[in-house]
């Protein structure tokens, strides 16, 4: 009997420790994560622009901004299921912008033309955890993952900043 309660005893234990680990790390996470959200403007050049502005705890490195193509640009993105390798072909345009500190905005030239109506920021916070923002007329998602995945950030075109 008491080897029984002993054994309960220490699966309580172990099952407490997991769930504090896991809410310790979820914490960490969230109290470093950027929030990248995009807006889109007419310049005073007449030409057209996106400012990314970092809403979140941290700053955002290694973003990649693209276009969403097909259904991504189409539907109603609260109920578009993104995957890595079922969205892979689905961006186009695809930038590597400068890092976003927190509470910081940055201004870039936005080619129009050929523009769905949704635009994805891949990025990931200091520590390396992706995080993807996809936002558009028909709302906006952001998940814990980097969908827009290039082959490499050097190959891609780094505009500057306005």
Do not use: C
């Amino acid at each position: 009997m008491e080897l029984g309660v002993a054994i309960v005893a220490v699966a309580i234990s172990l099952v407490s420790f997991v769930v504090n680990l896991y809410a310790s790390r979820a914490a960490d996470r969230h109290a470093r994560m950027p929030v990248l959200i995009p807006q889109f403007y007419e310049a005073d050049d007449g030409g057209h622009g996106v400012s990314v502005r970092n809403i979140g705890r941290g700053p955002a490195v290694n973003v990649v901004m693209a276009n969403a193509l097909g259904d991504l640009a189409k539907k109603d993105i609260r109920r578009v299921r993104l995957s890595r390798y079922k969205n892979q072909r689905h961006w186009g345009g695809v930038m590597h912008l400068e890092r976003i500190p927190e509470g910081d905005k940055l201004d870039y030239v936005w080619d129009s033309v050929g523009f769905a109506g949704a635009l994805g920021l891949t990025y990931t916070d200091v520590l390396g955890s992706p995080y993807t923002m996809l936002s558009g007329e028909y709302g906006t998602k952001a998940i814990n993952a980097a969908i827009i995945r290039p082959r490499s950030l050097y190959d891609l075109e780094f505009p500057q900043a306005r």
